[in-house]
T-cell receptor, first 109, second 112 residues
Framework: GQSLEQPSEVTAVEGAIVQINCTYQTSGFYGLSWYQQHDGGAPTFLSYNGLDGLEETGRFSSFLSRSDSYGYLLLQELQMKDSASYFCAVKSGYSTLTFGKGTMLLVSP | DSGVTQTPKHLITATGQRVTLRCSPRSGDLSVYWYQQSLDQGLQFLIQYYNGEERAKGNILERFSAQQFPDLHSELNLSSLELGDSALYFC???????????FGEGSRLTVL
C-alpha cells in the first residue's frame, strides 16, 4: 500500500518562511506533487518533483529526496492569502495519485 | 477556473437514496478521476477512467459505480446512501494517464 505523512497544522506570520514536510512509503514511485486547497474549494496544483532536488516557482519551492522518501514544500514571503491546506501526493503505479491528509497553514499578521 | 465542471454543486438527500454526480473534463483531457473528501480528511481516490475505460480503482465502495461516456464526461453513481457518505466529491481531469490534475469545484453531498 501507500502512506504519506505530513504535519496536520503549521502556523507562521506574514513575511516569514515555512516548510511543510512530507514522508511517504510506496511502491513504483514516480514523483511527488503538491496541491493547495482553500477552505473546501478545488485543489490546485503547485509543483511536481520527479527527480531529486529543488524546483522553484516564484515564492514556492519543492524538494525531493527519493533515497529518503522525503520531500518538502517551502513557502517564502508568506502572505495572508497563503492560509490554506497543502497536500502532498505521490504518483505511483500506472496512474493513481495518492494524497496525504493535508497540512493546514495558518498565516497571522 | 480549472475548466472542469461538476454538477450539482450541492445535494441533500436521505439515507437509502441514490444520486448521480456529473463531471465534464477540460477540453482535450482524456483522463477523469474521482476523489472523496470527508470533513478534515484528505482526498481519497475512488476511481479513474481514461478515454472511456476504467484505468485504476481505489477505495471505492461496492455501492458506488462510475462510468465515462464517449463524449468523455463522467458520472459517479452513489446508491443505498448512508450518513457516512456525506462528503465533498471531486472530479479531476488530466491530459495523459499521468499528469497534473485539474480539479472541479466539487459536489457537496449531505445525507440526512
Amino acid at each position: 500500500g501507500q502512506s504519506l505523512e505530513q504535519p496536520s497544522e503549521v502556523t507562521a506570520v506574514e513575511g516569514a518562511i515555512v516548510q511543510i514536510n512530507c514522508t511517504y512509503q510506496t511502491s513504483g514511485f514516480y514523483g511527488l506533487s503538491w496541491y493547495q486547497q482553500h477552505d473546501g474549494g478545488a485543489p490546485t496544483f503547485l509543483s511536481y518533483n520527479g527527480l531529486d532536488g529543488l524546483e522553484e516557482t516564484g515564492r514556492f519551492s519543492s524538494f525531493l529526496s527519493r533515497s529518503d522518501s522525503y520531500g518538502y514544500l517551502l513557502l517564502q514571503e508568506l502572505q495572508m492569502k497563503d492560509s490554506a491546506s497543502y497536500f502532498c501526493a505521490v504518483k505511483s503505479g500506472y496512474s493513481t495519485l495518492t494524497f496525504g491528509k493535508g497540512t493546514m497553514l495558518l498565516v497571522s499578521p | 477556473d480549472s475548466g472542469v465542471t461538476q454538477t450539482p454543486k450541492h445535494l441533500i438527500t436521505a439515507t437509502g437514496q441514490r444520486v448521480t454526480l456529473r463531471c465534464s473534463p477540460r477540453s482535450g483531457d482524456l483522463s477523469v478521476y474521482w476523489y472523496q473528501q470527508s470533513l478534515d480528511q484528505g482526498l481519497q481516490f475512488l476511481i479513474q477512467y481514461y478515454n472511456g475505460e476504467e484505468r485504476a480503482k481505489g477505495n471505492i465502495l461496492e455501492r458506488f459505480s462510475a462510468q465515462q461516456f464517449p463524449d468523455l464526461h463522467s458520472e459517479l453513481n452513489l446508491s443505498s446512501l448512508e450518513l457516512g457518505d456525506s462528503a465533498l466529491y471531486f472530479c479531476a481531469s488530466s491530459v495523459e494517464v499521468i499528469g497534473e490534475l485539474f480539479f472541479g469545484e466539487g459536489s457537496r453531498l449531505t445525507v440526512l
